[in-house]
């Protein structure tokens, strides 16, 4: 097996288990974006999405460890071999689809609005004339710069997800724009912000999937037959919960 390794250049580590090769697989993750992956106060890396990963390798018999990694770029560590998994709320799409070769879905999103609960912004036509955050390079920042125009100059864009939100809390902008799953949490995470939540069906319903570097059937193989696993005994739909989704 380390011979295989070698020669696969392959990062992920090999130890001889009860006779039997684990392989331990790098994922690459942006713990910024609760409730899919954060860091929590132990420093431990947690959410909806390394909990359904961590299913997987259990149901497949291989390991995994998760690595906090900037969002801008994320999906090029596959490519430099320096992480073999991407988990981080990735949307499907075709233009990444270029890049990297993704699971199965397993997860439905779209984008909200997250705007003051005083604000007159009902949709995204409203957005025209306003300042608005978004993480740089999401899918929200795709369909807002894709509405409001490539020029438009109201856009702030900010390499975490974060500091957009930071922006609407300090006021400095009109609204911010990301998946609908961490807009929810946010608007529960701090009621004291006076915030709501203004969805509007003109943003695409998206799917999420788990990205390895292209060609690499192997993982991607082992990476579907454990979701298929994790969706027929239940286990998914318990992880799910857990996260707060229904
Ligand atoms: N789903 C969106 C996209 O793929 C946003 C994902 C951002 N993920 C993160 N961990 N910050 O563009």
Avoid: H
């Avoid at 018999?61 to 991407?86: C, H």
């Avoid at 710069?145 to 109201?154: A, E």
């Avoid at 807009?183 to 969805?199: G, T």
């Amino acid at each position: 097996s380390l011979l295989f390794a070698v020669g696969c250049g392959t990062k992920a580590t090999t130890e001889e288990g009860k006779g039997e090769d684990v392989k331990t697989y790098k994922v690459g993750t942006d713990a910024a974006y609760a409730p899919f992956e954060s860091v929590d106060p132990s420093g431990k890396i947690v959410g909806f999405d390394i909990d359904v990963l961590s299913a997987i390798a259990e149901a497949e018999g291989f390991k995994v460890e998760f690595i906090n990694t900037k969002w801008d770029g994320i999906l090029a560590n596959l490519a430099t071999n320096k992480m073999d998994i991407i988990v981080s709320a990735v949307t499907i799409d075709d233009e990444r689809k270029k890049e990297v070769d993704f699971s199965d879905p397993y997860f439905e999103s779209t984008n909200y609005i997250l705007v003051p609960k005083d604000s007159p912004i009902k949709s995204m036509v409203d957005l025209k004339g306003k300042k608005v955050a978004v993480q740089q390079g999401t899918t929200g920042d795709m369909a807002i710069t894709k509405f409001l125009g490539k020029n438009y100059d109201g856009i702030k864009r900010f390499g975490g997800n974060p500091e957009a939100f930071l922006e609407l809390k300090n006021g400095r902008v009109d609204a911010a724009v990301a998946d609908s799953g961490v807009v929810v949490e946010y608007v529960k995470a701090n009621p004291d912000q006076n915030l709501k939540i203004v969805k509007d069906e003109k943003f695409p319903k998206e799917y999420y999937g788990i990205a390895v570097k292209k060609g690499n059937t192997e993982l991607l193989e082992k990476i579907n037959s454990g979701l298929k696993k994790i969706k027929e005994n239940g286990e998914y739909d318990r992880i799910y919960k857990k996260w707060g989704f229904q």
